[in-house]
């Protein structure tokens, strides 16, 4: 053993009383660090968590964009994974109660979809292929319209328009859009759908939109436009990638989840926070 | 063989009107197995002055050479192998490790350097400094003038070029003061060890071969007493 060692057990030795209070103080120290660290890191999980359970765990969403932006965003390195949620159309509902919200708006998915947004049964299974739907709840209890699990509905599924103004020509409404007065749905097609799941109100549907969710299974069928949600390899980043390809729609990043993560696009916010953690 | 000089030292506490210049233009050189006593009041600069040529101390401008190398242009690293191998330091109330033994206080360079201890030296310095059978005991079992011998025997361990003392009989009774200068004076003779030596005592001062006066920081006297 060299003489440092030596004389550091030597004295350790000699000053017993000294020795165990300074061993105390230093398990006291490192319990505590471990303690206030493992609770704000146990918390902050919790936070993360309950909000992937809410909201999902997308960092950033792309709204009615088209295939090309989906093709260009998703080549890029920064993007690490994505889901997809394509718009087949809007199927007048006749018994509706809510004339704001007078539709029923179809989206078709993939089983992966709800890895990112969830999707809340609250009776039945998910759709196995596109002749199956599922409905939202508040269907029922907002728009008055109810449907049970076996219930076939032939809907005229198309592309709301707005009402042409003298001069102007009329606009591809999409689901960014509330209801306009005056708006119609066009280019319909005729669908036939079986109700396999009654869902909760989902996550993905703004509280503005013009219809009322109702899942099916993706196909080969073209949509009208696709919703894309996103996760990051650098989350920070996320508005900025969204803006350079974003050439369509409306996009927005999931700023609680990314605040939650510490990596809010918000520079300032990520400053405190490391700076409370810091101190 | 000019062993230590000594350009130009400068050694000043504090700024301004309140600086306070411990040294002040300070030069002299030093042969090779010299013994040279430092004298001078209270507050004069001795400590201050030995502690620089010990690289403890950093002056505020000037030289020191010690064989031939600018002690002062090494790093820190450099300065910590100086200390060791170079310099031996007698402080006036010991200074030993409590915790260390008789053969570990005195063996405490070599240690440190990470070297192995040539044990017929070893034996032999405790022979000289009457320190038989006292090699596994502690400071605090050890009277004065043991814990001074102890002190020298650390301080000679590793021949450095230079022994430092800072009046290394001042704690030690008129006995024990004559032993302490014998083995002093003996390795000084004997070995050829520069011995540089601060002293309040004339007595002890006499028996030095140069006497250096320092007053307020500057030397006022340089007598070579035997040559």
Redesign the interface.
């Known amino acids: 053993m060299?003489?440092?060692n030596?004389?550091t057990l030597?004295?350790l030795r000699?000053n017993k009383i000294r020795t165990l209070v300074t061993v105390v103080g230093i398990a006291l120290s490192v319990a505590m660090f471990t303690a206030v660290t493992s609770s704000i890191a146990s918390f902050q999980q919790y936070l993360l968590n309950m909000e992937v359970v809410r909201e999902g765990a997308w960092e950033g969403r792309m709204m009615a964009t088209d295939l090309q932006s989906i093709q260009n965003i998703t080549a890029d390195k920064r993007v690490k994974d994505w889901t997809q949620m394509d718009n087949l159309g809007y199927a007048e509902l006749k018994d509706c109660t809510n004339d704001d919200k007078p539709y029923l708006m179809i989206e078709a998915v993939d089983k992966d979809f709800t890895k990112y947004s969830p999707i809340t049964l609250l009776e039945g299974r998910m759709p196995k292929d596109s002749s199956e739907i599922v409905i939202s709840k508040h269907l029922e209890y907002n728009g008055g319209v109810t449907y049970k699990i076996g219930d076939t509905l032939k809907l005229s599924v198309g592309t709301r328009y707005s009402k042409a103004i003298s001069g102007e020509k009329s606009e591809v409404l999409t689901s960014n859009d509330p209801y306009r007065p005056g708006e119609n749905v066009k280019e319909k097609s005729l669908k036939t759908y079986t109700v396999v799941g009654i869902c909760d109100r989902p996550v993905s549907e703004d509280y503005s939109s013009a219809g009322y969710t109702a899942f099916t299974r993706k196909d080969d069928q073209k949509a009208v436009n696709y919703d894309l949600f996103l996760t990051f390899n650098t989350p920070e980043q996320s508005y900025d990638i969204m803006t350079k390809y974003a050439a369509t729609g409306v996009y927005k990043t999931h700023e609680d989840l990314l605040c939650f993560e510490g990596k809010s696009t918000n520079n300032s916010f990520n400053a405190i926070l490391y700076s409370m953690g810091a101190i | 063989m000019e062993i230590l000089k000594v350009e130009h030292l400068k050694k000043t506490y504090g700024e301004g009107e309140n600086a306070v210049h411990a040294l002040d233009d300070v030069s002299f050189s030093v042969e090779k197995g010299e013994f040279v006593a430092i004298i001078g009041p209270s507050g004069s600069g001795k400590s201050t002055l030995l502690h620089i040529l010990g690289a403890v101390d950093v002056p505020t401008s000037g030289k020191v050479y010690m064989g031939g190398q600018d002690v002062f242009a090494q790093n820190e690293e450099e300065l910590a192998v100086f200390r060791r191998r170079q310099v031996g330091l007698i402080y006036q109330f010991y200074n030993l490790i409590p915790v260390l033994n008789v053969r570990e206080n005195i063996t405490l360079p070599i240690l440190m350097d990470g070297r192995k201890v040539n044990e017929k030296r070893l034996q032999d310095m405790i022979h000289t400094l009457h320190l038989e059978g006292r090699e596994k005991h502690l400071p605090n079992q050890l009277s004065g003038g043991q814990q001074q011998r102890v002190s020298i025997g650390r301080a000679l361990m590793n021949a450095p070029a230079v022994v430092l003392a800072d009046e290394p009989t001042g704690n030690l009774d008129s006995r024990n003061s004559h032993e302490i200068m014998g083995l002093l004076k003996e390795s000084n003779k004997a070995y050829d060890q520069t011995l540089i030596m601060i002293t309040h005592d004339e007595s002890i001062a006499l028996q030095a071969d140069r006497i250096i006066a320092i007053e307020d920081g500057r030397i006022t006297r340089d007598e070579v007493i035997r040559s």
């Open positions: 060299n003489i440092f030596q004389f030597r004295t000699k």
